[in-house]
């Protein structure tokens, strides 16, 4: 099925340095000295963190349905609860995180909209943070969020985000193979996570069917995805491109690395490009004047 997938993309990773985004003068890369070794491309390297993060892919892999969360209401609820009917979408996210998680969501949420299925009648959606320490109400506020900007809030029976200790946490990002490391936020405190991004169709038993990579989805894919998860067919393996969330502090890591800075540098080439666009405008303007003065003269 997912075979026909275009996945985007030359390199291995595309890396968001989420803290970073807007509060550090842009730059495609970072080197410290004495980093460059002889033979070797330095900056082709991903930092040691991320060795840590990446999405193996365990098609067919049981979820354990007995893990217990807490919903976006405050009701205690088991991952069990959301299956025996209808197939899911799951993602592991956390809700404060900087930039990467709610671009998967917001993917996700656009995706949906061009689905001709309904949230909560034909499949759940269903989110776990990553963080032990976010709470219900981290989880209804990003719930309110997303059930707006799909626009139908008559389908949020259909959306659940998930909250809980790291025991069940842990057990499902086990099951899922995603993995994930605590890092340092800009105040130098453990608040924030080095992960990368991915979706999962998960049959109506529980069992993973299908991943989807990155923060853009195909709705055709993913409406695929869906119909086969509802008849517990499990898909194919993806290409393993992965976009990561990670914030590199050029003075605590040695290595270098190529940054994906997209918000800074699309708003640059947008001024560049307006910019441009006004000279242009300008010049043509101000040489139809001159050739109209001209042509008074001369008539005149």
Known sequence: MMNRRTIRGGWRAAIFGC?????APLFSQVSGYGDKQEGQNVGDELPEVLNKVGISQHLN?????????VDDTGKTVTLGDYFG?????????????PMLCSET???LTSSLMMVNLTPGKDFNIIFISIDPTETPADAAKKKALYVKRYGKPETANGWHFLTGKSPAIAA?????????????????????????????VVTTDGRLAQYYLGVEYSPNDLLLGLVEGSGNKIGSPVANILTYC?????????????????????GMVT???????????????????????LTKKENG
């Open 172 to 200: 499902v990002s086990k099951a899922v193979g995603f993995g994930y490391v605590p890092t340092s936020g800009p105040d130098g405190k453990m608040t924030q996570f080095a992960h990368a991004a991915s979706i999962e």
């Open 271 to 293: 001024m560049a490009w307006l910019g441009g666009f006004m000279f242009l405008m300008f010049r043509k303007d101000l040489r139809r004047a001159r050739t109209s003065d």
């Open 61 to 69: 892999q049981q979820l354990p349905l007995d893990a217990q969360f």
């Open 85 to 97: 009917k209808k197939p899911a979408i799951l993602s592991l996210v956390y809700y404060n995180c």
């Open 246 to 266: 990670y914030r590199y502090d050029p003075q605590r890591n040695k290595h270098s690395l190529v940054v994906a800075r997209v918000v800074q540098l699309g």
């Open 19 to 23: 803290a970073l985004l807007l509060a």
């Open 105 to 107: 969501m917001n993917g």
